[in-house]
């Protein structure tokens, strides 16, 4: 009993020792900064003998294509790497070895990763629902720009009309009603079209500067109204060139 008493007591002591071990081990851990501003944990291996570069393999969807990079990097900068190939930003991307995702801050040798290993490269699901997002905001945004070039350009034809108009009168020449209430009506169908834009940022800020130009030029459209409703026809008279009327009498010449 006693000596099983012992050995308990030794197995009890040998397993303190072991965790106070493990607990000073995992106390001891220490992180560094990688250039790219990851945190990782830091190496034990200091001799400073510099790691060889190894080419990885890699899958994206239906593309393959190999990259060099250094055996003791992190799968964090290997996906920086991987940006200028695939165009995904590395939070856009997650890597797939031996089955597994692999965190940022995992060392590629510490996982096995040597020459001419295969990663998986798949874009992050989200990442690629917030990219078609944009995608189709970026396709908005131009629309709204094209029409509302459009809508400038055809005011700009419209202004003119208003600018002939003002002058005329502003002459004393009297206008046909018609011309100016026709002139009203294309430029309230432009601000119907200018209104049925949907715009965004710099969109809307140009959408609101032609209702404007509408506006402005439909104003300015009532007061000429008013003003020409003063304006006196001008009446011209012709003067007529009178002709003596031919002699009622004939002169016959008789002869013998």
């Not at 908005?140 to 055809?154: G, P, V, W």
């Not at 012709?238 to 004939?250: I, L, S």
Request: net charge positive; aromatic share 6%.
């Amino acid at each position: 009993m006693i000596k099983r008493r012992l050995n308990f007591n030794g197995r009890t002591a040998g397993n303190a020792a072991a965790k106070t071990s493990s607990v000073s081990k995992d106390e001891e851990v220490e992180w560094e900064m990688r250039p790219g501003g990851m945190l990782v944990q830091k190496r034990s291996d200091n001799s400073g003998v510099s790691a060889p570069n190894v080419r990885v393999r890699v899958a994206y969807g239906a593309v393959r294509f190999e990259i060099s990079v250094n055996s003791r990097a992190t799968f964090g900068e290997l996906k920086k790497l991987l940006t200028g190939e695939t165009g995904l930003e590395p939070v856009e991307q997650r890597l797939i070895f031996r089955g597994k995702e692999r965190e940022n801050g995992e060392y590629l040798d510490m996982w096995g990763v040597k020459e001419r290993s295969k990663v998986i490269l798949i874009e992050d699901p989200e990442s690629r629902e917030r990219r078609l997002i944009e995608m189709r905001r970026k396709v908005k945004i131009q629309t709204a720009h094209r029409l509302i070039n459009d809508l400038s350009m055809e005011l700009d034809k419209l202004a003119e009309q208003v600018s002939a108009i003002e002058k005329s009168i502003g002459n004393g020449n009297k206008v046909p009603e018609v011309q100016i209430t026709t002139l009203i009506e294309m430029l309230m169908r432009q601000a119907v079209k200018i209104d049925s834009i949907s715009a965004e940022g710099d969109a809307c800020a140009r959408k609101k500067l032609q209702a404007k130009r509408v506006q402005k030029c439909v104003e300015t459209l009532d007061v000429i109204k008013l003003s020409n409703a003063k304006v006196k026809p001008v009446i011209v008279a012709t003067k007529w060139e009178t002709f003596d009327p031919p002699p009622t009498t004939a002169h016959w010449e008789f002869f013998d």
